[in-house]
């Protein structure tokens, strides 16, 4: 074998090894746009527990299972805990719209944001700060956009009756 056969013959198989590569990243972006795109997305299943402080109804940590990374909580939403007595089911790229969609007295969806309706009476605040209850047995009537209230609009405080129903005061 001649110099130059053997120099065709290395190019050549850098040349494939590089053009391996980039479609190789081809077809494995075109996997995860077609998953996102046809895929199914996965499942989200909160059992929201009305009793013992609603241990799963924590916002925060709902909003933690989006597919949206970028979806903010609002007006005090990221301290709303949702008190409820039915399962919730949705996927994760639905849930937002759902929540606010089963929660209307709790809850509006405007552009990536979620907010906490502060002027609504199925919400209310707990005791020293620690955030605040939405009622959904209250909150699945939808209310006018006078029950998002202001920013600084002070939330009513959640009654005895409220706070022993589920499970904050024993």
């Known amino acids: 074998m001649s110099c130059r056969t053997l120099a065709i013959a290395g190019v050549s198989f850098l040349a494939g090894a590089i053009a391996s590569e980039y479609i190789g990243l081809a077809v494995g972006g075109f996997n995860t746009w077609a998953t996102r795109e046809f895929g199914r997305a996965a499942q989200l299943k909160i059992d929201f527990q009305s009793s013992h402080g609603c241990p799963s109804g924590n916002l925060v940590d709902i909003r933690r299972q989006f597919s949206d990374d970028l979806l903010w909580l609002e007006r005090g939403a990221d301290?709303?805990?949702?008190?409820?007595?039915?399962?919730?089911?949705?996927?994760?790229?639905?849930?937002?719209?759902?929540?606010?969609?089963?929660?209307?007295?709790?809850?509006?969806?405007?552009?990536?944001?979620?907010?906490?309706?502060?002027?609504?009476?199925?919400?209310?605040?707990?005791?020293?700060?620690?955030?605040?209850?939405?009622?959904?047995a209250t909150g699945v009537r939808g209310l006018g956009p006078e029950a998002l209230g202001m920013q600084t609009s002070v939330v009513t405080p959640c009654t005895l009756d409220t706070l022993e129903k589920f499970g904050f005061y024993r």
């Open 79 to 136: 301290s709303l805990i949702i008190c409820a007595d039915q399962v919730f089911s949705t996927n994760v790229d639905d849930a937002p719209q759902a929540l606010a969609r089963e929660f209307p007295g709790c809850l509006q969806l405007s552009f990536r944001s979620l907010k906490m309706l502060r002027a609504s009476d199925a919400v209310c605040a707990l005791p020293d700060n620690k955030g605040y209850v939405c009622d959904a």
